[in-house]
Antibody, heavy 117, light 110 residues
Framework: QVQLVQSGPEVKEPGASVKVSCKAS????????MHWVRQAPGQGLEWMGI????????VYAQKFQGRVSMTSDTSTSTVYLDLSSLRSDDTAVHYC??????????WGQGTLVTVSS | SYELTQPPSVSVSPGQTARITCSGD??????ASWYQQKPGQAPVLIIY???ERPSGIPERISGSSSGTTVTLTISGVQAEDEANYYC?????????????FGGGTKLTVL
């Protein structure tokens, strides 16, 4: 079965960067897109962007352009989310999720990123 | 900008039918999906392509579409159905994909 295992929680100071990983197993890594979705405490879901693991091409939500980067490593079936210039309102649980068409089939367990001085 | 609008909350008694709506201008031409999220857990896909159920999702959960509104229906509501529900759709902007979520609806089982 599909498994997405994310890295552990992070605590960062404002202005710093964070890198979150998502290791996939149970399917052909390059056959599905990977998205990143985040959820601030008590809030709804917010789409951050999508990456095609087969060629590494990524598209980012307009809100995050300029300070987000998504990459993939086919040798380890892992995708990464880099978010820079962190602010307090970046405090959120960040999820990776797969899609083959338009829906998100499987989700990682989530990684809490806390931005605090 | 493209938005999906959901009611913040819906309340029903056990055994009744819960209906959660999601409205958006692009829904007539784009499929919608629904996710269930319980506290402290990741979302789970329960409906895709407006009305399709993934394997393992009970038949009492269904989806429908009419014009600019999609509806999630949960028949015979049980205590375990108490959760937040999110609709989701996708569109494109300048030939790039774009994903949008509704604001979420908290289903309370009285």
């Amino acid at each position: 079965q599909v498994q997405l295992v994310q890295s552990g929680p992070e605590v960062k100071e404002p202005g710093a960067s964070v890198k979150v990983s998502c290791k996939a197993s149970g399917y052909i890594f390059t056959s599905s897109y990977m998205h990143w979705v985040r959820q601030a405490p008590g809030q709804g879901l917010e789409w951050m962007g999508i990456i095609n693991p087969s060629d590494g091409r990524a598209v980012y939500a307009q809100k995050f352009q300029g300070r987000v980067s998504m990459t993939s490593d086919t040798s380890t079936s892992t995708v990464y989310l880099d978010l820079s210039s962190l602010r307090s309102d970046d405090t959120a649980v960040h999820y990776c999720a797969t899609s083959t068409v338009a829906e998100f089939d499987s989700w990682g367990q989530g990684t809490l990123v806390t931005v605090s001085s | 900008s493209y938005e999906l609008t959901q009611p913040p909350s819906v309340s029903v008694s056990p055994g009744q039918t819960a209906r959660i709506t999601c409205s958006g201008d692009a829904l007539p031409k784009q499929y919608a999906s629904w996710y269930q999220q319980k506290p402290g857990q990741a979302p789970v896909l329960i409906i895709y392509k407006d009305s399709e159920r993934p394997s393992g999702i009970p038949e009492r959960i269904s989806g429908s579409s009419s014009g600019t509104t999609v509806t999630l229906t949960i028949s015979g509501v049980q205590a375990e159905d108490e959760a937040n529900y999110y609709c989701q759709s996708a569109d494109s902007r300048d030939s790039s994909p774009y994903v949008i979520f509704g604001g979420g609806t908290k289903l309370t089982v009285l």
